[in-house]
């Protein structure tokens, strides 16, 4: 069982920065893949980010050049820093880790972003 705990969500207005923070019960490591989802009210989740256990990273185009996802592993923690918000950011994020290719097998609780003026 792996443990997601997200942090790092809030109100922030446009054109602002912000961080999330997923910290892992495992090692960064040893998984085939993180990720960071998002649901906005009415819509499907949808994958914005994800890292790969080689390193390689893969982003929605709608956040390409403005996010960008990274991990510690002395901490064990995933990242999703955000610039450039837009109001379409809003959303809960979620992050989800992965054993093997085909299936999402963790997820986190989600962490609300705002993003208004």
């Known amino acids: 069982q792996v443990r997601l705990a997200e942090s790092g969500g809030g109100l922030v207005q446009p054109g602002e920065s912000l961080t999330l923070a997923c910290a892992l019960s495992t090692s960064v490591y040893s998984l085939y893949g993180m990720g960071w989802y998002r649901q906005a009210p009415g819509n499907q989740r949808e994958l914005v980010a994800r890292?790969?256990?080689?390193?390689?990273?893969d982003y929605a185009d709608s956040v390409k050049g403005r996010f960008t996802i990274s991990r510690d592993g002395e901490s064990n923690t995933l990242y999703l820093q955000m610039n450039s918000l837009k109001p379409e950011d809003t959303a809960v994020y979620y992050c989800a880790a992965q054993l093997k290719e085909t299936t999402w097998d963790y997820w986190g609780q989600g962490t609300q972003v705002t993003v208004s003026s």
């Open positions: 890292l790969f256990s080689i390193g390689a990273t």
